[in-house]
């Protein structure tokens, strides 16, 4: 009964001058406010960095060619290509940890032509059969992936990305089409599911994708580069000037192919070296033991000893989550910083206020004394005014920051998250401020003499 009293005399105070109350409680708006729409756009961000990074794959293992050493000479890092074929097979037999493993290629800037159209993808990627299940990519959205035979024999068989789809084959299934990448012609197996942009920003639609054995004989053969992680590159040779002069020709042993059986019959590659090898762990909790198990076969089949660097270098999707989350975390927080000091500048605003109306108040307080009020019950009067003027002010604070993070979600078409522990925490801290800067001028007004304040003018 006592606490509903004060509470019911501090509404009756706050009533009086309602125009000084509003204005003393929009400094508090304000700060809670700003402090809302902060959290919520950093928990969206962080939400939305951690969808991106699922996207791709949060238990993705990415295995490159690291520095080695020869003589006492780095070759400093995916200076040597020292990853192969048989890495990649070892890996899928021996580590248990690990669910899907596949070979990395990919090209950038390869034209990709289907009738009269034509559409440059942002990178064609290229794997075994397991790359799909490696990426997330799941279900495709139309026909097949692409199997191991077809990997085994180099098929021209190409899966495209959404935004290719739209481009090359607008109103159409694309799905048993031809689909010319530079001058290899391919046969579209497989559409797949919409995944949108990446963190990065960049179109994760906009991909062809094919088996890594055709990327590396095929198409590293029709003009450009194909690349890899580590930027590696093989590029056509031209003929030197020297050649017609000292001729280097043999009789061939063997006799020549036509232009069919050269299409058809590819020669075996001699050195089977690869770019990039990219792993799944089963579950992310697996991760860590992907990576020692990986570590292990590694080693024992590149003969490195105990005590020597590794040739190659592991890297997980969760080494880029903590970063990019940490980084969102230092923006939120140096945003609530400021935000944290409106709401200081309000609880100054509030003091002051409050030290005029105990001045205004100076012969009520000498009365209420001289009736046997005591000291302690001004206080808490003084303090529940204080502290209702806080709360009254969050709780608006918290409406218009929901507001704010709803119109910014909407116009500007940022990722914004509704977050409980934001509201709870202004809530607690706009109560806090009203105790912590409402405490003295209660306290004042606990102090004075009653003879004094009754005599006051």
């Known amino acids: ?63 490159w060619p690291w520095a080695t050493k020869t003589a006492g000479i780095s070759s400093g890092s995916g200076g040597a290509v020292t990853l192969t074929e048989e890495d990649c097979a070892a890996i899928r037999a021996e580590c248990l940890a690990v669910e899907a493993v596949t070979p990395s290629l990919s090209r950038r800037g390869i034209q990709a032509i289907a009738g009269n159209r034509n559409w440059t993808p942002f990178t064609v990627y290229s794997g075994n059969e397991d790359y799909f299940t490696v990426q997330s990519w799941g279900t495709p959205d ?62 994760q639609d906009d991909t062809v994708i094919v088996p890594w054995t055709t990327m590396r004989n095929r198409l590293s053969r029709s003009g450009g580069s194909a690349t890899g992680a580590s930027g590696a590159s093989s590029s056509s040779s031209t003929e030197s000037d020297t050649s017609d002069v000292y001729p280097a020709v043999s009789a061939s042993t063997y006799p020549e192919q036509d232009s069919v059986q050269a299409e ?38 590149h003969g490195i000893q105990p005590g020597e660097e590794d040739d190659f270098v592991i890297r ?67 303090l529940t005014e204080s502290v209702l003027l806080c ?28 977050s409980l522990g934001a509201i709870l925490i202004s809530a607690g801290v706009s109560a806090a401020i009203g105790v912590v800067f409402g405490f003295y001028p209660a306290w004042r007004a606990s102090r004075l003499n009653p003879i004094d304040a009754l005599r006051h003018e």
């Open 1 to 63: 009964m006592f606490l509903l009293a004060q509470i019911g005399s501090a509404f009756v105070s706050l009533r009086r001058n309602v125009l000084r109350s509003l204005l003393t409680m929009l400094g508090i708006v304000i700060g809670v406010a700003v402090v809302i729409t902060m959290m919520e756009i950093g928990a969206g961000a962080s939400k939305s960095i951690q969808a991106s990074i699922s996207n791709m794959g949060t238990n993705v293992l990415m295995i």
């Open 142 to 203: 139309s026909g097949r992936y692409f199997t191991a035979r077809e990997v085994r024999t180099a098929a021209c068989v190409a899966v495209i990305g959404q935004t290719v789809k739209r481009e090359l084959f607008p109103n159409e299934d694309p799905v048993g089409k031809d689909l010319r990448l530079n001058s290899v012609l391919f046969r579209v197996i497989g559409v797949l599911p919409i995944k949108g942009a990446n963190m990065m920003g960049m179109d």
């Open 264 to 301: 058809n019959y590819l020669l075996p590659v001699r050195f089977n070296n690869i770019n990039q090898i990219t792993a799944s762990a089963k579950t992310a909790e697996q991760v860590p033991d992907a990576i020692e198990q990986i570590t292990e076969v590694l080693r024992r089949r």
């Open 316 to 382: 997980d999707m969760s080494e880029m989550l903590k970063t990019m989350t940490a980084t969102s975390g230092l923006m939120t927080s140096l945003l609530l910083i400021v935000a944290l000091l409106s709401l200081v500048v309000g609880g100054v605003g509030i003091m002051n206020i409050m030290l005029v109306s105990v001045t205004e108040r100076t012969r009520e307080i000498g009365l209420r004394m001289a009736v046997g009020a005591r000291g302690s019950r001004i206080l808490t009067q003084f």
């Open 391 to 418: 709360l009254l002010g969050g709780l608006v604070g918290i409406g218009v920051g929901r507001l704010a993070s709803t119109i910014i979600a909407k116009v500007l078409g940022w990722p914004v998250s509704v």
